[in-house]
């Protein structure tokens, strides 16, 4: 079945600066990537997706890029600000019945 | 706020017990998936249920079935309950199986066996 491997596990950046969070995927019959954002006591909110047939999608200070041929995906989040700050998931999903692999997470701590 | 409701937001139970966990989909959604989070395991699916029947299953443990009535709520049904079973239980829906919709996510219910 499909494994989401995510990295890194916890990353550190000063407000402003750039983050980027990167999973592979082992199923090439996945065409569906989203991206959550969990902030603690929270339920994981749907903030960005890409599907297998677009190499990248942007919205505001995130950005999402997709390579099928090397079965990884990214998140990129520019101009970072504190309450950025909260766990991060990617997962990929593939046809028939839409259950969601995820990764294992990215604590993301943004200093002001 | 994804709009999906879950009650009750934390349980606390002994051993041996059994709980349904309750969750209701955003409005218009046919579909409704359960997941579990816990430390060791991450997210995992559990099961998802398409306009009232079942439609896949994923890490689900004999002891725990869910189903999702006409009115398309779902409520999922753990038994026999032991300590690992603690962790946050998540229910997201989306509007149809088809074509990889998008799944919302609920607030989560917090189940500890004590």
């Known amino acids: ?112 | 706020d994804s709009g999906v409701t879950q009650t009750p937001k934390h349980l606390i139970t002994a051993t041996g017990q059994r709980v349904t966990l309750r969750c209701s989909p955003r409005s218009g959604d046919l579909s409704v998936y359960w997941y579990q989070q816990s430390l060791d395991q991450g997210l995992q699916f559990l099961i998802h249920y398409y306009n009232g029947e079942e439609r896949a299953k994923g890490n689900i443990l004999e002891r725990f079935s869910a189903q999702q009535f006409p009115d398309l709520h779902s409520e999922l049904n753990l038994s026999s309950l032991e300590l690992g079973d603690s962790a946050l239980y998540f229910c997201a829906s989306s509007l149809r199986q088809g074509d990889s919709y998008e799944q919302y996510f609920g607030p989560g219910t917090r189940l500890t066996v004590t």
């Not at chain 1, 499909?2 to 750039?18: A, M």
Request: hydrophobic share 30%; with cysteine.
């Open chain 1, 1 to 112: 079945g499909e494994n989401v491997e995510q990295h890194p596990s916890t990353l550190s950046v000063q407000e402003g600066d750039s983050a980027v969070i990167k999973c592979t995927y082992s199923d090439s019959a996945s065409n569906y990537f989203p991206w959550y954002k969990q902030e603690l006591g929270k339920g994981p909110q749907l903030i960005i997706d890409i599907r297998s047939n677009v190499g990248e999608k942007k919205d505001q200070r995130i950005a999402v890029t997709l390579n099928k041929t090397a079965k990884h995906f990214s998140l990129h989040i520019t101009e970072t600000q504190p309450e950025d700050s909260a766990v991060y998931f990617c997962a990929a999903s593939g046809t028939g019945f839409q259950k969601l692999v995820f990764g294992t997470g990215t604590r993301l701590l943004v200093s002001p």
